[in-house]
Nanobody
Framework: QVHLAESGGGLVQAGGSLRLSCVGS????????MGWYRQCPGKQRELVAT???????SYADSVKGRFTLSRDYAKNAVSLQMNSLKPEDTAVYFC??????????????WGQGTQVTVSS
């Protein structure tokens, strides 16, 4: 069974930084794509940043230049460095992965979500 373990959420002031981490685990779990989504208060879940294996990360326009996504392929992990945080970045952030488990066709996997709150 696949598990995405998230960490790094918290409360920061506007202009501050935070680093989110996610580690995927599970026997035979092969990740093809990994990244982060977020759900702001009163809004639908939206893509923040994602990266396919051996590719470069893509970002939502709202976070370009401020957020950086990094993959650790050996650990099935991804980190999101968030700088110059704004109050509108406040959301529950969800780790997301697309991968295969024990040879089964790739599907989406989700973390439980971690709260990021940016105060003004």
């Amino acid at each position: 069974q696949v598990h995405l373990a998230e960490s790094g959420g918290g409360l920061v002031q506007a202009g501050g930084s935070l680093r989110l981490s996610c580690v995927g685990s599970g026997l035979g779990f092969v990740i093809q794509q990994m990244g982060w989504y977020r759900q702001c208060p009163g809004k639908q879940r939206e893509l923040v940043a994602t990266v396919r294996t051996s590719d470069r990360p893509s970002y939502a326009d709202s976070v370009k230049g401020r957020f950086t996504l990094s993959r650790d392929y050996a650990k099935n992990a991804v980190s999101l460095q968030m700088n110059s945080l704004k109050p509108e970045d406040t959301a529950v952030y969800f780790c997301h992965a697309i991968g295969e488990l024990e040879g089964i066709r790739a599907r989406d996997y989700w973390g439980q979500g971690t709260q990021v709150t940016v105060s003004s």
